[in-house]
């Protein structure tokens, strides 16, 4: 089974704290995402990897950054976090190519 | 840009019921996956279907991939208790990037 393993469930943060959410999977996926999750939203993608130090925008990038220096391991910075960065967060991973996508089981984070 | 549009979006049903969630779009996928969320998790995959046409089962839930693979429909059959939680489609376009297209989400509570 694919597991996805995110480092925090619950996290709290005050405003202008540097954040850092990681996420690792076990089963060899090229393919990362770090997603959030609003109400009424949806899932919007905020960045992707396909490989080890690469990485592409998704949707709402602004305001975040990424890092893949492994294969397993997929971080999500809050530079500088703001409340509205208070969300679910969720990483999922996938093989490349393939749409399949296994998910994490999220964070979430309050910016207070 | 491709949409998934999904209704509806909210779904309040007695349990031994039937159901039917409805993923539309006006552009075609090269696949369409569901996706379960129960509350505070990650989603889960629960299907994967690839050929216009194509019908799949689990248990219940009856998949079905429009014929022009531009819907799909999920069909819950004598909903139980259990079946509540966030229903999500999701569309791979056929540039075959390895990113999703997700609709909004159908919530689905089912009373006992």
């Known amino acids: 089974d694919v597991k996805v393993t995110q480092s925090s469930r619950y996290l709290v943060k005050r405003t202008g704290e540097k954040v850092f959410l990681e996420c690792v999977q076990d089963m060899d996926h090229e393919n990362m995402f770090w997603y959030r999750q609003d109400p009424g939203l949806g899932l919007r993608l905020i960045y992707f990897?396909?490989?080890?130090?690469?990485?592409e925008k998704g949707d709402i990038p602004e305001g975040y950054s990424v890092s893949r220096e492994k294969k397993e391991r997929f971080s999500l910075i809050l530079e500088s976090a703001s409340t509205n960065q208070t969300s679910m967060y969720l990483c999922?991973?996938?093989?490349?190519?393939?749409?399949?996508?296994?998910f994490g089981p999220g964070t979430r984070l309050t910016v207070t | 840009t491709q949409l998934l549009e999904q209704s509806p979006q909210f779904l309040s049903i007695q349990e031994g019921e039937n159901l039917t969630v409805y993923c539309n779009s006006s552009?075609?996928?090269?696949?369409l996956q569901w996706y379960r969320q129960e509350p505070g998790e990650g989603p889960v995959l629960l299907v994967t279907v690839v050929t216009g046409g194509e019908v799949k089962k689990l248990k219940r839930l009856t998949f079905q991939f429009g014929d022009a693979r531009k819907d799909s429909s999920l069909h819950i059959t004598a909903a139980q208790p259990g079946d509540t939680g966030l229903y999500l489609c999701?569309?791979?376009?056929?540039?075959?990037?390895?990113?999703?297209?997700f609709g909004q989400g159908t919530t689905l509570q089912v009373k006992p």
């Open positions: 990897s396909y490989d080890v130090k690469m990485k």
């Open positions: 999701a569309g791979g376009p056929p540039s075959n990037t390895g990113k999703l297209i």
């Open positions: 999922a991973s996938s093989l490349y190519r393939v749409y399949e996508q296994y």
């Open positions: 552009s075609v996928f090269s696949s």
